[in-house]
């Protein structure tokens, strides 16, 4: 049963219902503090220029420097903090998103690799859109994406999809951009399902989705590989394949 221990902080003003769309969006971090304060600000002064109803959410994944003390101060009605102890990024996402209340539902790098302004080109594609109910931005789609990283991380990406499209079927240009959007309850009812706690939960989460017939869209977006990541693309590389396997013999725990 997925269980973590969790402190959360938070303020009673959630916002209410309203005509215009609310959005969460739920920032993971690991040891952050460098960059976590400028991105948390750069959000913050885009979602009110385009006044958006919008809670930011960063769920810390056991960080050992002061990202937690440098979020604290930042706190107000938008701003929420979960605490989890150490155990991945797919476990930070999952904690976030369920924790989540408005209409849709994002998750993106604390670095922020991707533009700031996709988030409002995806809030559109889900209003004239109405059947689609996962939106996962893209690096490789032809003709339809700006990305700029080390060409080795291409070459492995390319690994890993090949694998996963061979093994589950679930044939994406980028499964692992790590910006991806959801109406509420589609969210909600897939990660209750999820149990990856590392990098290839994003697979899993498509995985459910074409297991249970769910449209998903893929979206070109610009995205600028930033240093300073916690993923070792090599290392990394072999703990992803195998959650390929642990998914795939799961297979039967994620019908809706």
């Known amino acids: 049963m997925y269980k973590l221990h ?18 969460s969006i739920i920032l993971p971090a690991y040891n952050e503090e460098k ?27 056991g960080s050992t420097d002061n990202t937690l003390n440098v979020v604290k101060d930042l706190l107000s009605s938008d701003l929420r903090i979960i605490t989890i102890t150490r155990s991945g990024k797919g ?18 790098d604390s670095d922020l690799s991707t533009d700031v302004n996709e988030i409002l080109k995806f ?9 689609t109910e996962i ?12 990305a700029i990283q080390p060409p080795f991380r291409n070459v492995i990406g390319k690994t890993f999809s090949f694998v996963k499209s061979k093994l589950l079927g679930v044939n994406f240009y980028d499964s692992q951009c790590g910006f991806k959007a959801f109406r509420k309850d589609t969210a909600h009812k897939i990660f209750a399902r999820s149990v990856i706690k590392g990098y290839s939960f994003d697979v899993e989460l498509l995985y459910i989705a074409a297991l249970n017939n769910l449209k998903v869209k893929e979206v070109g977006i610009e995205w600028r590989h930033k240093p300073g990541g916690h993923v070792n693309i090599v290392l990394d590389s072999i703990p992803m394949l195998l959650e390929l396997f642990k998914i795939y013999l799961n297979k039967n725990n994620y019908i809706l």
């Open 35 to 61: 960059r976590i304060k400028d991105t948390i600000s750069k959000l913050r002064s885009f979602l009110k220029l385009k006044k958006l109803e919008y809670e930011i959410i960063i769920v810390d994944d």
């Open 6 to 23: 969790k402190l959360i902080y938070y303020n009673n003003n959630m916002s209410e219902t309203s005509e215009k769309p609310s959005i």
């Open 123 to 131: 809030i559109n594609i889900f209003k004239k859109e109405k059947d």
């Open 91 to 108: 476990a930070a996402v999952k904690e976030g998103c369920m924790a989540s209340v408005n209409d849709y539902i994002f998750f993106m």
């Open 135 to 146: 939106l996962i931005g893209s690096r490789y789609i032809p003709d339809n994406s700006i």
